[in-house]
């Protein structure tokens, strides 16, 4: 009969403690970050800096995993169908999360509805670019090569309407000129034929192009900060180039699969913030001519909201549908 008692008694205790350990246990294994670009671009490079901080935060490891195509939306549809357990994650920019459910009629996921935003990273704007045998210097200058060529020049792009994709169209219509569109699948691609002269022309985020542009392998003709940006700080901005009312910053982001637990996405927004906090960290970002710009859930969910209502203008405006 006692030994039948302290059974019971040992049975109800560890019912007790169940609830705490299970709220307690993740992560309890690697964590994966889906990158739907190939590895080299900005996305891959972004994510590689906060990789050792994370997993130190997260006393986990993080495994990249890179399912490029579709301007990223493969790689985001693989994740919207993954458990909702925490362990499989979304590394995503702005195209991926916002622009692509407007441009792709049959685009198998919706930001808001499929995933659980975990966290905003960072924002940054882009640079435009030039191989440096075009003959333009300034903004100003390629506008007119531009023209008197119409339809000779192209653009490479990171994919089919996405932000690369969709700042070229904001400029040909603001500037009046017709320069040919290139997508590739992915920055790196696109980027590779930028500097082997295949394609002339690239808006791209400054991390990308930093170093090319110091080096003097790309030239920076503006960039599109409402201010100029420390990475590159003697590139003007549009408005300094002479075209008014054109601001783009892109952002990057992480989302979990819908229907996540809150505890779970709340341990991992914990994560992403606790290493965006970290000097080198921010030193390294700053660098490369990204801001952290950690969100929460909550407020990340907002901001989403808001650029799906921005873009989804643009995208009408620009005309860009794709199949």
């Not at 930001?111 to 030039?130: E, G």
């Not at 030193?283 to 901001?303: E, V, Y």
């Amino acid at each position: 009969m006692i030994i039948r008692t302290l059974a019971a008694l040992l049975a109800v205790s560890l019912l007790g403690l169940a609830g705490p350990l299970a709220a307690q246990a993740f992560p309890n294994k690697p964590i994966k970050i889906i990158v739907g670009f190939p590895p080299g671009g900005p996305l891959d490079t972004h994510v590689r800096v906060l990789v050792d901080q994370l997993q130190k935060h997260l006393g986990q490891a993080v495994i990249i995993d890179y399912k490029p195509g579709a301007g990223g939306s493969i790689g985001a549809d693989s994740v919207a169908k993954s458990p909702p357990d925490g362990y499989t994650l979304l590394m995503a920019n702005t195209g991926t999360m916002v622009i692509n459910q407007f441009v792709y009629p049959k685009n198998p996921y919706e930001t808001l509805r499929d995933f659980a935003p975990v966290a905003r990273t960072a924002q940054q704007p882009l640079a435009l670019v030039v191989n440096p045998s075009v003959a333009a210097n300034t903004l100003a200058e390629f506008v007119a090569l531009a023209k008197k060529q119409p339809g000779k020049l192209n653009f490479g792009s990171a994919g089919n309407g996405g932000i690369s994709h969709l700042v070229p169209e904001m400029l040909k219509d603001a500037a009046g000129i017709d320069i040919v569109h290139v997508p590739y699948k992915g920055t790196a691609p696109a980027f590779q034929d930028l500097l082997a002269g295949q394609v002339q022309f690239m808006a791209e985020s400054i991390p990308q192009v930093t170093q090319y542009v110091k080096t003097g392998k790309v030239k920076a003709l503006a960039m599109t900060g409402a201010e100029r940006n420390a990475a590159i700080a003697d590139v003007p901005t549009m408005k300094e180039a002479g075209i008014n009312d054109f601001v783009v910053v892109g952002f990057y982001g992480v989302l979990a699969p819908a229907k996540t637990p809150p505890d779970v996405v709340a341990t991992l927004s914990a994560a992403f913030r606790k290493t965006l906090e970290a000097e080198d960290v921010k030193t390294r970002m700053i660098a490369q001519g990204a801001d952290p710009a950690f969100l929460d859930p909550a407020a990340f969910s907002a901001f989403l909201k808001t650029e799906l209502t921005r873009w989804g203008a643009v995208v009408k405006k620009a005309g860009v549908t794709l199949n």
